[in-house]
T-cell receptor, first 116, second 112 residues
Framework: GAVVSQHPSRVICKSGTSVKIECRSL??????MFWYRQFPKQSLMLMAT?????????EQGVEKDKFLINHASLTLSTLTVTSAHPEDSSFYIC????????????FGEGSWLTVV | QKEVEQDPGPLSVPEGAIVSLNCTYS??????FMWYRQYSRKGPELLMY????GNKEDGRFTAQVDKSSKYISLFIRDSQPSDSATYLC????????????FGQGTRLTINP
């Protein structure tokens, strides 16, 4: 089946630094990928839609300068959390849309970010 | 009012029981309906995908969509301890099932 890989699965960074999370579709091409944020015991909140070769579309309330998204190829999207603060600590999950066989969306395993 | 409402539970049932999970929604434009299973500290795993109204069965899982009532369900037959997880409903109005709107998720525990 389709597989979406995220890296790193866990990362701890110091406050004020930047951290990059990668999302890869391993066996299909994804022109569209999505980035979500999930706080403990809460549902997924869409942050932005990442489109290959163009600028990402951010949801209302999400700072585009803080959460930089790059979708440079059909299999890779990256989320960079810039100048991280402790309140950015969360579970970040990406998903990729597989256009073949029904436009199904598959999720990555998620990345735990802890800012200390 | 949230676009998608889902009882967060927790829901605890004995092994072998039939589990019923439900979501209601307010946006009549939703056409694509999905159920995801999420284990603790893991990404969601797609279980069922349904377009418009009707039933869909896959093994022990059955998904139902009633657009007239804006109500979707997931049934799990012969529930097993390995089914213990959080179940998220998700839906979209857009072609290609983009911009999913998720329910809060229901925490389910199957007791041996």
């Amino acid at each position: 089946g389709a597989v979406v890989s995220q890296h790193p699965s866990r990362v701890i960074c110091k406050s004020g630094t930047s951290v990059k999370i990668e999302c890869r579709s391993l066996d299909f091409q994804a022109t569209t990928m999505f980035w979500y944020r999930q706080f403990p015991k809460q549902s997924l909140m869409l942050m932005a839609t990442s489109n290959e070769g163009s600028k990402a579309t951010y949801e209302q309330g999400v700072e585009k300068d803080k959460f930089l998204i790059n979708h440079a190829s059909l299999t890779l999207s990256t989320l960079t959390v810039t100048s991280a603060h402790p309140e950015d600590s969360s579970f970040y999950i990406c998903s990729a849309r597989r256009t073949v066989s029904g436009n199904t969306i598959y999720f990555g395993e998620g990345s735990w970010l802890t800012v200390v | 009012q949230k676009e998608v409402e889902q009882d967060p539970g927790p829901l605890s049932v004995p092994e072998g029981a039939i589990v019923s999970l439900n979501c209601t929604y307010s946006n009549s434009a939703f056409q694509y309906f999905m159920w995801y299973r999420q284990y603790s500290r893991k990404g969601p795993e797609l279980l069922m995908y349904t377009y418009s109204s009707g039933n869909k069965e896959d093994g022990r899982f059955t998904a139902q969509v009633d657009k007239s009532s804006k109500y979707i369900s997931l049934f799990i037959r012969d529930s097993q301890p390995s089914d213990s997880a959080t179940y998220l409903c998700a839906m979209s109005a857009l072609q290609g099932a983009q911009k999913l709107v998720f329910g809060q998720g229901t925490r389910l525990t199957i007791n041996p």
